[in-house]
C-alpha cells in the first residue's frame, strides 16, 4: 500500500463533437488524497470514469502502476468506486446489499461487511430496508461499498452528498483514516471545505482543462 501510482498523460475526450477533456495531465500516489473541484459539466465525472475504464479516451494514456488503461487494463482493479448512487436492492437491508455484491467476488468472510458498515455508522444488524434509507445513509452504505475490500484506490465523486454536519465531519476523519492508510483517493467535491480539510493537492477542472491550484 503507498506504492500505487495513477498517471494521466494528455487525456483528451469528446461526446459527439464536444469536448469534454481536454490535454489533461496529473499524477497521483499512495498516500495522498487529491482533490478536484469544477462546476456541473466541467469534465470531473468523465475524468473519474476514464480512469476507471468505464470510458475509453480518445487520445492519451492513463496507467495504473505503468498499465495503460484500455491496452493492459480494461477495468481498473482493486478499487472502491462512487461515481453514481449504487443501483441497491431497495427492498434488502444495507448489510444484504453489500453480501451480495462481496459474494460476487467469490468472497464469504462477511466480518469486513460488518466492519465497513461500522465505520460509516451504519448498524450492520439491522434490518431497515435501503427503500427506507433516507439519502445520507444511502451516501454512507456507498461508502461502505467502496471501502469494504480494503481497496488501494478510492475514486469518490461527491461522497459527502447527503450528509448532515455530523456525518460530514465522521466520513472526514474516514478518509483521513484511509490515507493515512497508504491509500490514493481522488475526491471531487463542491464543498470548498472538505477540499481545503482533506486534500493534499488541489486540481481544478474547467471546461475540460485540469489545472493544479496554489497552495
Known sequence: MGQCVIEIEHVSKSFKGMQVLNDVNMTCSGGNIYGIVGHNGSGKTVLFKCICGFLRVDSGNIAINGKVMGKDLDMLK???????????????SGFRNLEYLYRISNKKDTAAIHAAMLKVGLDPCARKKVCNYSLGMRQRLAI???????????ILDEPMNGLDKEGVAEMRKFFSDQRSMGKLILLASHNKEDIEVLCDEVYEMSHGTLKKTAG
Do not use: C, K, N
Open 78 to 92: 482493486h478499487t472502491g468506486i462512487i461515481i453514481e448512487e449504487p443501483g441497491y436492492i431497495r427492498s434488502l
Open 144 to 154: 461502505a461499498q467502496a471501502t469494504m475490500e480494503d481497496q488501494e484506490i478510492l
